[in-house]
């Protein structure tokens, strides 16, 4: 009974799982990356309790706000992207001239106009997450009892449960994360004590030149 395997499946194997492995396991850096970000905009709209206060007495909608902010943070994202772009360009060069030998297909690692097209419309979904997402914390009561009061000895309350949230959400991730590493250290070694299927013991052999 002839059992016949394809010969890409010789030779990917089990590729596709790690492939999303790493893919799961950079989404997972993405979402820790824009926890400790909402960590940091929590803090600057604490901060800024003020400020927003005043806006919001002058007539400031929500809308005003998340248009103040999705400028803000357009702008940091988009240095950030560019700086990305920049970074990963250099290193695929680097990867191309130096190790191009080592790692198969190198030479197709490029930046076009597919990557910038994604990599700005995640800016765009990023900032506008990153703004609603502070327009909505934003409690419109505190700011009038605040402005009342002349401000004194008061700021934007943050609710406590989103800062649980987001502590619990990396948590969580970093979870998945090592659990996902486990699995491809598991798998590549694996590979690596897979017998060969040749028994080479007690064999002589001859090897010859030209």
């Known amino acids: 009974d002839a059992r016949l395997t394809p010969l890409a499946d010789v030779v990917t194997g089990d590729v596709g799982s790690i492939i999303y492995l790493l893919i799961i396991g950079a989404v997972g850096l993405l979402i820790i990356a824009c926890a400790n970000i909402t960590n940091v905009f929590i803090s600057r709209t604490a901060n800024n309790g003020q400020n927003l206060a005043i806006s919001a007495s002058l007539g400031a909608k929500p809308r005003d706000i998340f248009r103040q902010y999705f400028i803000e943070y357009g702008i940091i994202i988009g240095f950030s992207i560019t700086f990305a772009l ?110 060969t299927g040749f028994e080479y013991q007690d064999t002589k052999y001859l090897i010859l030149s030209i």
């Open 86 to 195: 920049l970074l990963s360009y250099f290193g695929f060069v680097l990867i191309q001239n130096h190790l191009a030998d080592i790692l198969p297909r190198a030479g197709e690692l490029q930046i076009n106009f597919t990557t910038i097209v994604c990599a700005l419309l995640r800016a765009v979904l990023l900032t506008s997450i990153f703004a609603l997402f502070r327009v909505q914390m934003i409690n419109y009561g505190a700011l009038k009892t605040m402005l009342q009061s002349s401000g004194k000895g008061r700021g934007v309350q943050v609710s406590k449960g989103v800062r649980t949230q987001l502590m619990f959400l990396q948590v969580a991730v970093v979870s998945i994360l090592i659990f996902a590493n486990i699995s491809l250290f598991k798998n590549a070694m694996e590979v690596m004590n897979k017998p």
